[in-house]
Structures are given as C-alpha cells and as structure tokens.
C-alpha cells in the first residue's frame, strides 16, 4: 500500500470507470492514477470470477436480512421497513490520510464544545460581535431553559459525528456538523459484520482497523460519567421516540450491544431532581441519557408542551444535576447552517489557529457586504434558510451539495437574498468526490463511480476525542447526489481504514466475566415488561383462532352444509370475536397478528433476532394468504400453516430466550390468555346440552385429541373431556396447568411476597390453583368457568396494578 500510485487505465476492473471531469474520485488520484490504498483490494476483487463475486454480495445481503437490520420509511404506514440498503464495495482510506482527517475534527469537536459553553454560558461571542445576537435568539435549537445550566461532568457535548466530503482538489471539507443526536454508528457495526461476509479472507481483513475498540471506550466513559447512588452504580439508558423513528433498529442495536436500558419517555419519572426508570422492582436511579430524540420533545414542561415523547421535569434533573445527558440539550444549535459561516473566524479568536479541516465556504446574508458576495456569486451557490439544520441534499445538478432558491432569473434570487438577508444563508456549491459501486447489469455488473460523503463519530473519554476508526458513508446512484440521503433511496457504504501492515491479526481480547446483573440490562422497565406481557397474549389469541377456523373449514368441507349444528356453533362463536367466516382467512386474524408485531417492536432488544423474523415471516404469510386461499380443505391446510409457523416462532422465542423477568411477563401473558381460552372453549362446546360432535371441536381446538385416547380408552364424553382440559395439572393445555405454571411464574417477580406472606397478586392466584386442584368434573359448571374468567382479569388488574403501572 505504500508503494507509488500507478496508472489504473489497464486495470479489467475500470474498462468503463470514467469519474466526471472535475470531480475527485476516491479510488483514482490526480491524473486518473489509482492511489495505492485502492490497488491490493481492487487486484484481490479482480481475480474473482463475476459468480463468485455475486454469490458474495448475495452473502451480505443475507446477513442482513438475517439479522432484522433495517431502516424505517416515513410513510402512511408509521412501521414500513426497508431492507438495509448496502453498498458492497466499501470506502479505502489510508491510516494516515484518516488520522489527519481526525485530528482536524478533534479540534472541530473541542471548538464546538467551547462554542456550546459560551452560547448557554457568559455569552461572550455574541457580547464581542463574534456572533449575531439574532442567529442565537431567533433559532429555534436555542434552549432558553438551558441557559446557565452547567452539564453533569463538565462537558456539554459526548458524542458526534462529521459529514465530510472530498473537494476536486483532494482535500476534505466538513458538510455538517451533527450534535443533537447524531445517527448510524449502530449501522456502521453492521456494514462491517456484513462486508466481512463478503471478504472474510485475511486480506483485507487482518489491514482493517477494527471498530469494536471505539463502542468500549465509549460504554468506559459512560459508565465513569453515571456514577453511584447510595454505594449501587446508577444505570445509563439511551432515550428513543420509538419503533415509528426512522433509525429505531439502531437504537435497539446499540442497547444491546453496550448492556444499556432502551428508554422511552415514558419509561421515567423525576423525583427531587433524580431520574428515575420505572421497572418492575420499582423506580431505579438513572445517571445518564443518551438521548436519540430531539431536545425541544424532552421535557414537555419546559421545552415543548405538546411532546408526548417526553419525560416531565427533565429539564430540572438536568439543572440539578440528577442526570448527564449526551449530547447536552439544546446542543442541536450547532447543526446551525448560519453558524458555519462564523467557525473559522471563532476558532481563530478562542484558540489562535485556524481550522485545520475548513467547513464548506458559507456566507450569512444578515451582513451587508456578506448579501452582496452572494447575490454576485449567487450562480455559483446554494442559497438556503439560515437557521436550516438537515444537510442540504436538495441538488440542482448531479453532484453538487446545497439547497437552491427555486424561482426565476438572476434578478428575482437577487431580490430574495436581499428581502429575506438574515434568514438565508449562502453556502459554495461544493462538487461531492465519486467512489466505486458495483452497478448490476447484464454482463453481470461492474464498477461506476457514485457520489459519496463520509460520515465520522467521534466519543469524549477521559482521554480525550477518540475516533470511530471507518465504518459509514452514504452513496448516491451514478450522477445523483440527490438520493443520496437514507429516505430517497441512498445506499450505505462500510469504510475501511488500512494499514500497511497486518498490525491487527490479533482478536479482541475475551471479554472479562462480570457480575450476573450488568447495569443495563438486569432491570426491566415497566413499559417493557407491559409490551412481552402482551405480545403473549396476542400471539397465544392468533393461535387459538387459527384453531378454531381451522376446525370450521374441516367441517364445511366434511359436510357441506353449512346449517350443520357444528358448523353453527362455530360460527356462532366466532363471530362474537368479530371474525368473518365469509371470509377464508379473516381480515380480524391478520389484525391480531398485527397487535403482536406492534408489541415485540417495542422489545427488539429483550429478545431474538431469529423471533423477530419468524413473526415477520408469519404475517407476510397471512396477509398472502388472504388473496389466494378458498374455503373448505384449502382454508384448513392454510390454517395448518399458520399452526406450524406460529409453533416455530413460540418455540424460538420461549425456549431460547434468558429466563429473565422479561421472559416470564411474556410468558405470564402466555399462560392468562391460554387459561381464559380454555375456560370460553369449555363453556361453548363442553357443556351437558352441546350439538354432538362438540366435545370433539373441545379437544381439536385445545391440540388435545392424541392425549385424551391415551388417557380414556373410551368414548369422548363430558367427564372426560372437563379433566383433561380443564383440571389435569399434567396436561399443558389445561386451566389447572396453566394457571400453576402462573403461580410459578409469579413467584419468581420482585416482590411476590412481602413480609414472608403472598402479596395481593399471588393471593388472587394461590386460592384459584386450589379450586382447581380439588375439584371433580361435575364442579366445572358454566358459571363456575365464568368465575374463572372473572378471577383471571382480576389476576390481570393486579399485574398491571403492582408491575406495569
């Protein structure tokens, strides 16, 4: 890799690589020369026939969908997913090309924190005329609340990333700063477990810096900044909006990986300045939030009262102390457009050096002779609102960066900039740099250069900035920098940090063990524990409706007749639970499924990838179904494969899952909803007066048919099928077992008893399991199964009363 660049023209790789003129590109130098970081991979990518390189690109791609990553559209459907669109071939840089880019932004990092200081502190820069007092006053990031507010720790800021961008000279330029809650360094763990699927060979793997290294420092420094209350480590959690975010997945990523509690607002409570989580063993001190929502919906209190995401009194703990924050509210004022117009004049001012990595060329048009350059210049810049904080991918031609004033000729973008001056801000048209991207076709695909910008995460540790070493950039198609944001089709690159040297063969060092109950996931918030509670009900509700119309459409298909006193009382049944037999498989069964997925969204970190998928699996099985299936035998086999795949994802959630609390709330669930379908069961097609053949519906519907010929080697009768469905505590599919299995269950909760006795939950269940235990067929009368019922929503009641409240 040290070696001189040499010309690329002859390489079989680039027969059709032609980088625009004017443009850099990240693999070809000045003069077309393939720059030498480039020439091992691309020589090693080229010795591969075109098959095997597909056959490693479909690879990745499998991981990934393996894995559940994927990105959220905004659309009229607020859970819509998008598979994680990868860019195969990744960016090369050289160690020492990145570690001059890093250095550059370290001093960026430090001057923004001196810069976030002063704003929400002595107000220095504005007082001097380093800053127009209207940019601060007037900005909507700007948190009148904060101001005076001295961060927990010292420092306002933690966590940030750095769009930056190649100019045509070579050189890189900073596009945005990101400080409010800056997203994709969960990604960028995947783009990398994905692309060593497609490379796994130890080159490129053992010249690749590793990034686990920056996540650990990360989680050091977060736990040095939680501290301790009353001798006990205070947790850190990271705050989400939830599953409708359009980065939720990384969220959920990210609070596994690093053992950190995923929060939502309501998830908190403040008390005398602390924060606290609700979970089930009661509210539990917080010591740090990183928080991934915006800061005007963090308090709806202080900041903006219609927030719904938020946690009241937030402001106040941050005031007082009670709780760290990355990245400081009101940090997202950095993200400004206007303000970097004003760095580099700043950082000479504070430090006495300039930037040595410059931002994009930017003009604020609130200064006369300022308006002036841009209304002159104004053909060659991107005119846009001053106090915009999203990167400007708005794009008049292909590959230019800014957000451009729309209307008329020279003359009418003159007069706006000099009607609306201080609300708009110029910025030079920057040309983005180009990197290769494997472009299918039909001789099976090829390199093209697409426009790029790569975007850094740097963490505050006791040491200082350190790097995210590679790992993100986000590609547009050939010739459109427009779509190169997530939401307008953009893909994503993995970028590679090489050495020159296999200086990182070494593996990780094992972790070392610690204690049983790490600090983020040992406690269970409340609303966690609330959504696996009814992620079991919903599921075990899917599965006994599948049962039952199943058992309808063997009949019709058996009898045809659709007056048959069987078919009737299934009929009769169903509907009361709203479902359409006219239809073969029922909108009202896809929309239960519906509850389910909408409850395990908001767990993605307290159980499997593998669950995930097989849920997904089984609702895109449904809603097929629903266009092509037929009543009768079809309708009865679709039913039959519904069964097994709801079998296959109960399986791999509930047996593979930790026993941890979280799994027995789901399994808590599991067993109300299994006691209360039974006890309904009973009560329509187990009683003295039934339409014959109804004691068979019973054992059918309750998966009990193979257990009770091996039980009664008799005929089917009310006796027999009451105690086995109903009082067997052998049988899994009983009320009696179930409702054991729940006192189990219970038992094993945070605060079961209380002084050495049962508290109020455990008292309602405790009497129930012995009603069941001593009584005889004949005691399982109608209103004796309408009692049970009636015991079990009180069970529920105290539940939510005593855990999910």
């Known amino acids: 890799m040290g070696q001189q660049a040499r010309p690329a023209g002859d390489h079989p790789m680039l027969t059709d690589y032609r980088p625009a003129p004017g443009v850099a590109d990240e693999m070809l130098g000045p003069g077309g020369r393939m720059r030498p970081v480039w020439r091992p991979f691309l020589d090693w990518l080229g010795s591969m026939p075109p098959e095997q390189l597909r056959g490693r690109f479909d690879r990745g791609d499998r991981y990934l969908r393996d894995a559940g990553v994927y990105f959220r559209h905004y659309t009229s459907d607020p859970l819509q997913e998008r598979d994680w669109p990868l860019s195969h071939i990744p960016v090369v840089l050289h160690e020492d090309e990145w570690q001059t880019i890093c250095r550059g932004l370290s001093q960026r990092a430090d001057l923004l924190e001196r810069v976030m200081a002063d704003i929400y502190g002595r107000n220095r820069l504005v007082a001097d005329g380093h800053l127009p007092a209207g940019l601060i006053a007037g900005n909507p990031q700007w948190l009148r609340p904060l101001v005076g507010v001295q961060p927990r720790g010292g420092h306002f800021l933690h966590f940030l990333a750095f769009e930056i961008g190649r100019s045509p000279d070579g050189s ?17 763990l995947e783009n990398r477990i994905a692309s060593r699927r497609i490379f796994p060979e130890p080159y490129p793997r053992d010249f690749t810096h590793r990034l686990t290294g920056f996540f650990e420092a990360f989680r050091g420094a977060l736990q040095g900044l939680a501290g301790r209350a009353e001798g006990t480590a205070r947790r850190f959690g990271i705050l989400t909006p939830g599953p409708a975010n359009d980065a939720y997945y990384e969220h959920t990523y990210i609070a596994r990986f690093l053992g950190m509690l995923l929060l939502e607002g309501e998830d908190m409570l403040v008390e005398n ?21 915006d800061a005007g919906f963090a308090d709806p209190l202080e900041l903006d009262p ?14 007082t102390g009670g709780v760290a924050m990355v990245n400081a509210l009101g940090s997202g004022i950095l993200e400004t457009r206007a303000l970097m117009a004003f760095l580099p004049r700043i950082c000479e001012q504070l430090t006495g050096q300039e930037l040595s990595l410059p931002n994009i060329a930017t003009w604020w048009c609130g200064g006369a002779a300022e ?29 230019v960066l800014g957000g451009s004033f729309r209307g008329g000729g020279p003359a009418s973008v003159a007069d706006w900039v000099e009607d609306q001056g201080p609300r708009l801000v110029g910025q030079e048209a920057v040309t983005l740099s180009t990197t290769p991207s494997w472009v299918d076709g039909p001789d099976g695909g090829r390199l093209r250069p697409c426009p790029m910008v790569v975007r850094v995460f740097a963490a505050r540790t006791p040491q200082g900035w350190t790097f ?15 779509a190169l944001a997530m939401q307008r089709g953009g893909k994503v690159a993995d970028v590679w940090i ?28 409340a609303r966690a524990a609330d959504n696996l509670f009814w992620l079991g009900r919903y599921v075990e509700r899917f599965e006994g409706a599948v049962r039952l119309i199943r058992a309808h459409h063997l009949r019709l298909a058996a009898t045809g007749n659709p007056d048959d006193p069987r078919l009737w009382l299934l009929t009769q049944y169903l509907g009361a639970l709203e479902f359409d037999l006219g239809q073969p498989v029922p909108e009202a069964l896809a929309e239960r499924l519906t509850g389910a997925r909408d409850s395990a969204a908001k767990v993605r970190d307290r159980f499997s990838t ?31 494969v519904l069964l097994r795949k709801t079998a296959g994802f109960s399986g791999i959630v509930h047996e593979n899952m930790y026993r941890t609390h979280g799994w ?18 009973l009560s329509a097609f187990a009683v003295p007066d039934a339409p014959e053949g109804s004691f068979e519906i019973a054992l059918e519907v309750a998966d009990a048919v193979t257990t009770h010929r091996a039980r009664f080697a008799l005929e089917t009768g009310f006796d027999t099928v009451v105690d086995l469905l109903a009082l067997d505590a052998d049988n899994p599919r009983s009320v009696h077992f179930q409702i054991a299995h729940l006192a189990r269950l219970v038992e094993a909760l945070p605060h079961a008893r209380r002084g050495g006795r049962p508290a109020e939950l455990l008292r309602a269940i405790l009497p129930l399991r012995t009603r069941l235990e001593i009584a005889g067929p004949q005691d399982v009368t109608v209103d004796a199964l309408a009692g049970i019922r009636g015991a079990l929503g009180t069970i529920s009641d105290r539940l939510s009363a005593a855990y999910l409240g």
């Open 172 to 188: 890189w330029l900073v596009l945005g700063d990101r400080a409010q809650a800056p997203s994709g360094a969960g990604f960028a």
């Open 273 to 293: 300045g602390e924060v606290l989580v609700r979970t089930i063993d009661g509210p539990l001190p917080l010591g740090v939030l990183w928080r991934r929502i």
């Open 306 to 319: 219609g927030s719904i995401i938020g946690t009241p009194g937030l402001v106040d703990a941050v005031r």
């Open 371 to 399: 308006r002036a350059h841009v209304r002159e210049n104004a053909g060659r810049m991107m005119i846009g609102p001053a106090l915009a904080t999203e990167l400007p991918f708005e794009l008049d031609a292909g590959t």
């Open 468 to 482: 995210m070493q590679g790992g993100y950039a986000r590609i547009g198609p050939e010739g459109d920098a427009t």
């Open 498 to 525: 090489m050495s020159d040297a296999a200086a990182h063969a070494t593996p990780p060092s094992p972790p070392v063990l610690g204690p049983r109950s790490p600090a983020g996931q040992s406690a269970l918030p």
């Open 610 to 640: 593998d669950g995930w998928l097989a849920l997904g699996d089984l609702m895109r099985t449904v809603r097929g179904m629903r266009e092509t299936v037929q009543p009768g035998d079809d309708a009865a086999a679709a039913m039959g």
């Open 664 to 681: 027995r709330f789901l399994s808590i669930g599991r067993a109300l909803e299994r006691a209360d379908g039974l006890c309904a069961l």
